[in-house]
């Protein structure tokens, strides 16, 4: 993370870095350039970046970066957001995890349409091209979700002690 932020901003680009207050004990992310959001969790982490994001990116990376590319898709097939998702395909990185999803797509885990969820491409110009053409399709069984915080509240029990 640290060598992309410092890239970017050396090529005069914003830098937004949202982090997680337990990875700045003990200096653990170093040196920040740009704007830096201090945030409690990791949910608040990615919570924050699909509220301030037009587009996600993955590049190659291991178990973290898995998990964040898998909430983004998540939450898009759900209808939380509708933003395009990719991922750089640098040197070949995904071919693996690119074969597994179509596999599931072929076992029919994933659907077609759910699968156009996740864009690639193999230089940044490609993908930044396909991000931007990105048109999002609702699945509409699932677009009928509402995820307004007064719909995820749960009813309160009585816990009134009645004698």
């Known amino acids: 993370m640290g060598c992309v932020s410092t890239a970017v901003a050396q090529h005069e680009r914003q830098v937004l870095s949202i982090i997680p207050s337990a990875f ?4 653990l992310v170093g040196e920040t350039c740009g704007k830096e959001i201090k945030v409690a969790t990791m949910h608040e982490r990615l919570l924050t970046m699909m509220e301030l994001s037009d587009a996600f990116i993955a590049l190659p990376g291991g178990f973290g970066t898995l998990e964040e590319l898998f909430q983004m898709i998540s939450w898009a097939q759900f209808n939380i957001h509708n933003k ?3 991922v750089l395909n640098i040197n070949g990185f995904f071919n693996g ?4 999803v179509d596999h599931a ?3 029919k885990f994933i659907t077609q349409k759910a699968r156009k969820i996740l864009i690639s491409a193999t230089t940044a110009d490609a993908l930044v091209d396909k991000l931007q053409a990105f048109l999002f399709e609702p699945d509409p069984a699932l677009s009928k979700l509402k995820w307004s915080p007064s719909s995820s509240q749960k009813e309160k029990l009585d816990l009134t002690l009645r004698l």
Not at 24 to 27: I, L
Not at 97 to 100: G, N, S, V
């Open 24 to 27: 700045t004990v003990n200096n």
């Open 84 to 86: 395009p998702i990719g």
């Open 97 to 100: 995890f690119l074969c597994f």
């Open 105 to 107: 797509v072929e076992q």
